[in-house]
């Protein structure tokens, strides 16, 4: 397909790449980040705009892949009559791009995505469409770049995904940060810990979460949760998370 | 070295295991539990008994792997004069050991370990000695079996590492096994996850957690945010722990 990719966020840049891998063509990196748009349409071997310039009428598939409420910015000088039309926000509903085409999508990603991956990791990707003919291109297209679950989902289930995904991954992430301070603190080297992160996220394949769960909480070992909380006595706002998790690991 | 297990629980079954891979002898498996013993010693081809029977003599090192609590019952009942013996334990002081003989010793891994696991992780082992002696013992040792970090830890370093180990291994499983109960009622296929997390736990080591940070809070998406609570209205357990979580990550 010919493509153009509005935005040059992270998730603009990794999907582009993901497009350009696949085989598509990016004909237009289209962007209010003139910079940014540059140095992502360099790296996909196209041109790249901003938003005073036009955008091109050449392509088949135009991908909204800008912060949510970014969103409104975009479709509000958008007509693109004929085209397949789609963002990639899972809390946005789809009928926000019905003034911009008849013929619109959601193409979400499930997955972290930051431009400066070395590496492309594998991307469940959610669709949605106004139209049969717009659902069948998008899960052709999600096929093209993902070995992953290609799947429909509407409004509601990409934002229930989008909650599961906040707590596995942005909360779990954040887990890391406080740790990784923590450790910064107290002399102790972060990396360090690192087979374990990797260990209890990756046996999650073969063990559903609730039978891995290891730890004082789950033992329910007072002795050496009362030792955690007295070191943690200077931390407060890590105690009250430590508090809150051990509880809610013993209930169980 | 010929080793004395005494334990059959988690921790004494993969330092077993990896013990026997390095080509230490395993000359006996010691443990309350008769039933897990036999288990453990027939894979690691070796006899087991339990406490109402004899400890082998023979062993120059004895690995006390049982639970944090169950310690003191082990050591109340063992005299082993010339013997190198460690407690795999983070959380308790390495001289509940000095009755036991005159060479003593903390072998601590840094891992969240499952008898059931199918391949041995990587472990980085902390370890500590009443004598240099032990101490250079028990480095050999632990640099055996492991190809990470090995390093000296006192008690209060060891606790250290467990609060933070608690927090990026314990607490992630446990927001693991809270999405995967979500999704469930929600009917989503918690799997869909896996390839998210997994991106999540191993992007860490090339970049500092905090400059990983992506979702709705770090964005400060009010809008986002908004929809995920009323979402989890019909989750107030999960609700408090979102929105902790999301002020914890907005304070920086």
């Known amino acids: 397909m010919n493509i153009v990719i509005i935005g040059s966020g992270n998730v603009a840049a990794v999907l582009g790449r993901k497009f350009k891998a696949a085989g598509h063509t990016i004909l237009q990196v289209y962007s209010r980040n003139a910079s940014a748009a540059s140095v992502l349409a360099y790296e996909l071997d196209t041109e790249s705009t901003n938003y005073?310039?036009?955008?091109s009428r050449q392509a088949d598939f135009y991908l909204i892949a800008v912060n949510d409420d970014a969103i409104s910015e975009v479709t509000d000088n958008l007509l693109l009559p004929g085209k397949l039309v789609a963002h990639t926000a899972a809390s946005v509903p789809m009928e926000v791009l019905k003034g911009v085409s008849e013929e619109y999508g959601v193409f979400y990603p499930l997955q972290s995505l930051r431009k400066e991956m070395v590496s492309l990791p594998d991307v469940p990707v959610f669709f949605d469409g106004n139209t049969d003919t717009a659902k069948r291109k998008l899960a052709?297209?999600?096929?093209?770049?993902?070995?992953?679950?290609?799947?429909?989902?509407?409004?509601?289930?990409?934002?229930?995904?989008?909650?599961?995904a906040v707590m596995v991954s942005n909360f779990t992430n954040h887990l890391y940060a406080l740790a990784a301070d923590y450790c910064r603190k107290e002399g102790l080297d972060f990396k360090q810990l690192l087979p374990l992160i990797e260990e209890t996220a990756l046996r999650i394949k073969n063990v559903p979460p609730r039978e891995a769960q290891t730890g004082?909480?789950?033992?329910?070992d007072g002795d050496t949760i009362q030792k955690h909380l007295e070191l943690l006595q200077a931390y407060p706002h890590l105690k009250n998370i430590y508090v809150l998790l051990t509880e809610s690991i013993q209930q169980g």
């Open 140 to 164: 052709e297209l999600a096929h093209s770049i993902s070995n992953e679950k290609v799947k429909e989902a509407g409004d509601e289930a990409r934002l229930k995904l989008h909650v599961a």
């Open 52 to 55: 005073k310039t036009m955008i």
């Open 216 to 220: 004082p909480a789950v033992r329910h």
